[in-house]
T-cell receptor, first 113, second 111 residues
Framework: DADVTQTPRNRITKTGKRIMLECSQTKGHDRMYWYRQDPGLGLQLIYYSFDVKDINKGEISDGYSVSRQAQAKFSLSLESAIPNQTALYFC????????????FGPGTRLTVL | GDSVTQMEGPVTLSEEAFLTINCTYTATGYPSLFWYVQYPGEGLQLLLKATKADDKGSNKGFEATYRKETTSFHLEKGSVQVSDSAVYFCALFYGNNRLAFGKGNQVVVIP
């Protein structure tokens, strides 16, 4: 079973709709992250959370919000989707102590029409 | 701010050829450096890492050496296979426990 799962894997929606992407992990990590990937731009950090009570903005948080419902769950919301939010979204986790390695989910491909 | 720069453009090469992907970094202090690989349709996974100057990370035939003098962490493999076709990202771990990623390089290995 995958350690970091994301749902849905693919989503097509329309401009103005509210969308939630969900991430769950069984690794027992405290730290969770949301990234978006655009062709030729690498990964950009949207939000991150170091524990259930901690939420931090990343480089490109405008238009997004997050919720850390539990240690294992971290969801990303687009309150009113727009076409330039079409991208591949990844969730990642890491341990509080250790090698600083981040473990990634399989990604959600979001298309906003 | 802290950042990494990868060479521009995709890399296409024949099976058994030598692969090099350049990565340079800008950082205060001595950050940990990583190479991640993304196979088609999958998330990123750690390929190798180095945590201090002159460290050599290695895995699956890939190597990269942390060069403080040239602020570089170039990825190399002596003989690539078709299964190495993927996107490769250089990354730097910096303050506040965050990773900064390069833009990635698509590698296509032709049989």
């Amino acid at each position: 079973d995958a350690d970091v799962t994301q749902t849905p894997r693919n989503r097509i929606t329309k401009t103005g709709k509210r969308i939630m992407l969900e991430c769950s992990q069984t690794k027992g990590h405290d730290r969770m992250y949301w990234y978006r990937q655009d062709p030729g731009l690498g990964l950009q950090l949207i939000y991150y959370s170091f524990d259930v009570k901690d939420i931090n903005k990343g480089e490109i948080s405008d238009g997004y919000s997050v919720s850390r419902q539990a240690q294992a769950k971290f969801s990303l919301s687009l309150e009113s989707a727009i076409p330039n939010q079409t991208a591949l979204y990844f969730c990642a986790t890491s341990a509080t102590r250790g090698s600083n390695e981040q473990f990634f989910g399989p990604g959600t491909r979001l298309t906003v029409l | 701010g802290d950042s990494v720069t990868q060479m521009e453009g995709p890399v296409t090469l024949s099976e058994e050829a030598f692969l090099t992907i350049n990565c340079t970094y800008t950082a205060t202090g001595y950050p940990s450096l990583f190479w991640y690989v993304q196979y088609p349709g999958e998330g990123l996974q750690l390929l190798l890492k180095a945590t201090k100057a002159d460290d050599k990370g290695s895995n699956k035939g890939f190597e990269a050496t942390y060069r403080k003098e040239t602020t570089s962490f170039h990825l190399e493999k002596g003989s690539v296979q078709v299964s190495d076709s993927a996107v490769y990202f250089c990354a730097l771990f910096y303050g506040n426990n965050r990773l900064a990623f390069g833009k990635g390089n698509q590698v296509v290995v032709i049989p």
